[in-house]
């Protein structure tokens, strides 16, 4: 493995490690809040449930990921995130894991291997981030049926 292979598998190595799986049951309790544009909003809380749960996994995998995977897997995070509305109590925190794991995203699909590993190890040790992503975590565990 080269070393610009090896500072971004480091890089999603570092991420792995420094944010815990929230929950790993895939069945959400349909009785939280949340909406989803576009879609029928009873589904909403389910919707919400779901994206949550799979973008923490997409992100959370780092294995043995190309940094193309890399890029994959955190650009359709992103996006699914970007595609439903957290409910009321956890909004701010979702719009902040959102907007990081889109940046990632954009991060790994462009600039060199060495550039992304710096960028992507900054932005996901980040305070704000680190300190969001446990929140949606603990609401999704609460709220979600773990």
Request: glycine share 6%; proline share 2%.
């Amino acid at each position: 493995m080269n070393l610009t292979r090896r500072a971004t598998a480091a890089a999603l190595g570092c991420l792995v490690l420094v944010t815990s799986a929230a929950c790993s049951d895939d069945s959400p309790d349909s009785s939280s809040a949340g909406s989803t544009a576009g879609a029928d909003p009873s589904a909403g809380a389910a919707d919400f449930c779901d994206v949550a749960v799979e973008s923490r996994e997409a992100t959370s995998s780092a294995g043995d990921q190309t940094t193309e995977e890399a890029a994959t897997s955190w650009t359709t995070a992103g996006a699914a995130m970007e595609s439903v509305v957290a409910p009321d109590e956890i909004a701010e925190q979702w719009e902040t894991v959102t907007s990081t794991v889109v940046e990632v995203g954009e991060i790994f699909s462009s600039g060199t291997d060495a550039e992304k590993a710096g960028e992507t190890q900054r932005l996901v040790l980040a305070e704000d981030f680190q300190a969001a992503r446990s929140a949606v975590d603990d609401y999704v565990a609460q709220s979600c049926g773990s």
